[in-house]
């Protein structure tokens, strides 16, 4: 338990050193390597996150047999979503002055495709919460 602590201070001393170097720096432009660096630091977050829940996650459910079969499926349908909505979005060439390739713009359109996805998933599990309960308190 004390590696979870330790490395979680360590993750927020990194992080606040960043934010000072960020705003003391000057910028000029938006293209300023401050600013990738300061993305890159949110990818690995963001990244360390994922990882960490589904190994907890894991860990929580891998006890009956009933529960990893149902990760499993999370797993399955989470992978079988990324994919419907990577075949469904358009991408295509967008004129601008950033290097913004049909690739890029395929991967943006998928990306906000399960963005809503999960977001509609989000709101059915709150109207089926509220309707299953108000139904098993009658």
């Not at 602590?5 to 293209?31: C, D, E, M, Q, R």
């Not at 529960?67 to 419907?84: D, K, R």
């Not at 991408?91 to 809503?116: C, H, I, M, R």
Request: glycine share 4%.
């Amino acid at each position: 338990m004390k590696l979870a602590k330790y490395l979680k201070w360590i993750l927020l001393g990194i992080s606040a050193i960043l934010l000072v170097v960020f705003f003391l720096l000057p910028h000029n432009t938006a293209s300023d390597t401050m600013v990738d660096v300061y993305i890159i630091w949110a990818y690995v977050l963001v990244a360390i996150a994922l990882v960490l829940v589904l190994l907890f996650l894991f860990l929580s459910v891998s006890k009956t047999k009933k529960g990893l079969l149902t990760f499993l499926a999370l797993i399955v349908g989470a992978v079988a979503l990324v994919a419907v909505c990577w075949l469904l979005a358009p991408g295509g060439e967008v004129f601008t002055n950033a290097a913004y390739t049909p690739q890029v713009s395929k991967f943006s359109d998928a990306a906000l495709y399960v963005t809503y996805a999960m977001v509609a998933v989000s709101i059915l599990a709150i109207l089926w919460s509220a309707i299953s309960s108000a139904i098993k308190n009658r």
